[in-house]
C-alpha cells in the first residue's frame, strides 16, 4: 500500500469514528423538533400538575416547541407510568416523576414494568416536605407532648391520611417506627377529606403535603407539629422539623423528569441542563417557593442514585410495617 493510499484510508477510518459523535451531537442540536408529551399521573390542578405545567412553560419558551401536559391518573400514576414505559425513546415523551414511582415500587408487587429498570432519569425539579399537622380534638402542642400522650394511650390516638400507600401516609408510618409509639392509621380519599376529618375533630392528628395544609396553619385551624424535612420549610419557618424531636427522621416529597429507557443520552443531558437552568431562575424558584418547594438540581446519574436509595427506602418501611393495598 502506497503512502497516499495509506493516509486516505487511515482519514477515512477516522471520520467514520467520529460520525457517531457527529450525529448525536446533530440530534441533540435538533431536538425538539416537534411538540414533546408529558404525561403525568394524576388529574389536574393538583401539585404534580402544577410542577409539570410550570416547567413544561419554562421549556417551552426555551426550547422553542410546545410541552403538552397529559394528565393519565390513575393507580396511583402506575397507569402514566406504563403508558410512557411502552412510548418510543426519542425524547418525544417524558413522565413526571416523583416519591410515588418510589413507593409504587414495592407497595404494588406485580406491575408491568420495573420503575428503576424501565424509566431513565432525566431531571430532579424540585422537592417538598410533609406536615404533621394536630387537629382541635389534639390537647399537645409539641410532637414530645404528642410522643408522651401517644406513649400513654396506645393505639388511641387517630391520624388521618390521603390513602393507604400515600407519602403522607408512609411519613406517618416512619413516625410511629422511629419515635415507637401506636398511632392508629385512619385512610381518607385523598388530601382535602384527610384535612376535613382532622378540622372536625374525627382525628387528632394528620400528615398532608405543605401546599395542602399552609393556610390552615398560618390562620391558626390546625397546628403546625413538625415539617418531615431534616431542616424547616423556609414558607413555614416557626415549624420546628420533626428531626429535632426524632433525630434521623427525614421524609422528603420530589418531582423529577423521566423519560423511557433507551432515549438517547444526549438529549437526556440537554433536558437536564434545561430544567436545571429552570429550577435556579429567579422567577421559577419564587413560583416553586410558593408551592413549598426548593430547587432539587441533580444530574441524571445522581437522580438515579437517589431514586435507588428512596425505593429502597420506602420498601424497607413496607416490609417492616406490613403495608399492604387495601
Do not use: C
Request: net charge positive; proline share 7%; glycine share 10%.
Amino acid at each position: 500500500m502506497t503512502l497516499p493510499h495509506r493516509r486516505q484510508l487511515l482519514q477515512f477510518a477516522a471520520g467514520a469514528a467520529a460520525l457517531p459523535a457527529m450525529l448525536r451531537i446533530a440530534r441533540a442540536q435538533a431536538y425538539p423538533s416537534r411538540p414533546v408529551r408529558w404525561v403525568v399521573g394524576f388529574a389536574p390542578g393538583g401539585g404534580y400538575d402544577t410542577v409539570a405545567r410550570l416547567m413544561g412553560q419554562w421549556l417551552q419558551e426555551r426550547l422553542g416547541q410546545p410541552f403538552v401536559i397529559e394528565n393519565r391518573p390513575g393507580a396511583a400514576t402506575n397507569i402514566a407510568t406504563e403508558a410512557v414505559v411502552r412510548a418510543a425513546p426519542d425524547g418525544y415523551t417524558l413522565l413526571l416523576i416523583g416519591s410515588t414511582n418510589a413507593i409504587n415500587a414495592t407497595f404494588y408487587p406485580k406491575l408491568n414494568f420495573n420503575f428503576i429498570h424501565d424509566i431513565a432519569p432525566v431531571a430532579g425539579i424540585t422537592t417538598q416536605p410533609q406536615v404533621m399537622l394536630g387537629g382541635p380534638s389534639l390537647s399537645a402542642k409539641t410532637i414530645s407532648e404528642v410522643i408522651a400522650y401517644a406513649k400513654a394511650n396506645p393505639g388511641k390516638v387517630n391520624v388521618a391520611s390521603p390513602g393507604v400507600g400515600a407519602v403522607s401516609h408512609l411519613a406517618g408510618e416512619l413516625f410511629k417506627s422511629m419515635a415507637g409509639v401506636n398511632l392508629q392509621n385512619v385512610p381518607f380519599g385523598g388530601n382535602s377529606p384527610a384535612l376535613t376529618a382532622l378540622l372536625g375533630g374525627q382525628v387528632e392528628i394528620s400528615f398532608a403535603s405543605l401546599p395542602s395544609a399552609v393556610e390552615f396553619i398560618r390562620t391558626g385551624k390546625v397546628k403546625g407539629l413538625g415539617v418531615t424535612t431534616r431542616t424547616r420549610s423556609d414558607v413555614l419557618p416557626e415549624v420546628p422539623s420533626i428531626s429535632e424531636f426524632v433525630p434521623g427522621y427525614d421524609v422528603v416529597s420530589w418531582y423529577g423528569v423521566g423519560a423511557p429507557k433507551g432515549t438517547p443520552v444526549e438529549i437526556i443531558e440537554k433536558i437536564n441542563n434545561e430544567v436545571n437552568a429552570g429550577v435556579i431562575d429567579a422567577k421559577m424558584k419564587a413560583r416553586l417557593a410558593d408551592l413549598g418547594g426548593t430547587p432539587f438540581v441533580m444530574s441524571p446519574a445522581e437522580l438515579s442514585k437517589f431514586i435507588a436509595e428512596d425505593t429502597e427506602k420506602w420498601a424497607k418501611l413496607i416490609r417492616e410495617a406490613d403495608i399492604k393495598r387495601q
